[in-house]
């Protein structure tokens, strides 16, 4: 199988790009942009292998697609470039709503051309468990038949673009799959989010923000475990069918800042404890209060379960950080040094 990743030089994105390659012997045709958050050095280790491509184009450029779908002839599409971080989206909404919508829009018109003679061809679309909005502390789930409720400009684009996914396949006949995961994490994360943020800022003595009082609760997901079962959404799922991907692993923001603190404390001692760099921030504005997902359906359907606890994965992620400052080092001096976002 040949597959076109988009997005594929980001943080999910990349590690989709390592298992098709590394694990199952698909040819990757990675089409990424390479915005602020993109990192050709998260496919370094199959950026020469004879089975991996790569192309810099714009989601939004339906000729720049369209061209690289005849040029390389993929068997499907795995659609997972967007803009994700939700203070982004509140500071700045105009480009969720181009590259998320929009290009969406462009990527469904470009694949309709060119699954016209292809019966075998799959649209794999990639989304967030952002879209179904805020649960209650009552033990409630996402499930696939969840009602959308968006919260923020990131999560209304994203519900969106699920939207145009979903009337493709209605109208169209395009033979898509569609899947919503929880929060992932994991090597390769950019430092704008939780776990990577706090995670540098402890490893270098820095005071580690948590939202309003760190109760606001989510899913964790480890991000290899989600390669994993994205492609297998690809390969086995039903076509117009929707797959919710959980970790199991829900906890609220200040056990999970908690837990890097002593993981860190332990492999790295400061001349302090690291709970006592933890600084309470203003609220994000619109913060859900709670994420977490019904993952039944993928292990009933597919045979999917998270392979590692969350204690299990954030160990392997803090290694990670540790022993790779060649990756995020640059990042943190020349791009993103944890400035506050979306206040």
């Keep these: 199988m040949k597959v076109l990743v988009t997005g594929g030089a980001g943080f999910i994105g990349s590690a989709v790009c390592r298992h098709l390659i590394k694990d199952l012997g698909a040819s990757v045709v990675n089409l990424d942009k390479l915005t602020y958050a993109a990192n050709l050095d998260s496919v370094k280790e199959i950026a020469d292998h004879p089975k991996y491509a790569f192309e810099q184009a714009d989601i939004c450029d339906g000729e720049a697609v369209g061209a690289i779908l ?25 480009a969720f709503m181009q590259t998320n919508i929009m290009g969406t ?34 033990g409630s789930l996402f499930r696939e038949d969840t009602p959308y409720a968006p919260s923020s400009p990131y999560s209304a684009s994203k519900a969106s673009s699920d939207h145009l996914v979903h009337a493709w396949y209605r109208t169209y006949g395009l033979p898509v799959v569609m899947t919503n995961c929880s929060n992932n994490y994991g090597p390769f994360h950019f430092p704008e989010k939780l776990i990577p943020l706090v995670t540098l800022n402890a490893l270098e003595g820095k005071p580690l923000p948590v939202y309003g009082k760190g109760d606001n609760v989510r899913d964790w997901l480890y991000v290899e475990d989600h390669a994993r079962a994205l492609c297998l959404v690809l390969e086995k799922g039903r076509i117009g069918e929707s797959y919710n991907i ?59 379960e998270p392979s590692v606890t969350f204690e299990e994965g954030l160990e392997r992620t803090i290694d990670w950080y540790l022993a ?20």
């Design 105 to 138: 829009y462009t990527l469904l018109e470009a694949a309709r051309a060119y699954a016209k003679d292809r019966p075998d061809f799959r649209f794999h679309h990639i989304s967030t468990d952002e879209v179904f909005g805020d649960l209650p502390f009552d």
């Design 70 to 94: 005849n040029r390389h002839q993929p068997d499907a599409i795995m659609h997972l470039a967007a803009e994700s971080h939700v203070d982004r989206s509140i500071d700045g909404p105009a």
């Design 324 to 343: 790779n400052a060649w990756w995020w080092r640059p990042i943190r001096e020349h791009r993103y040094s944890g400035q506050r976002l979306g206040a």
């Design 246 to 304: 959980g970790g199991n692993s829900e906890r609220t923001n200040l056990q999970v800042v908690e837990r890097i603190c002593d993981t860190l404390d332990a492999k790295t001692p400061l001349n302090q404890a690291r709970r006592e760099l933890i600084t309470f921030v203003s609220d994000r504005p619109g913060h859900d209060r709670r994420y977490a997902i019904d993952a039944s359906k993928i292990k009933a359907e597919l045979g999917w």
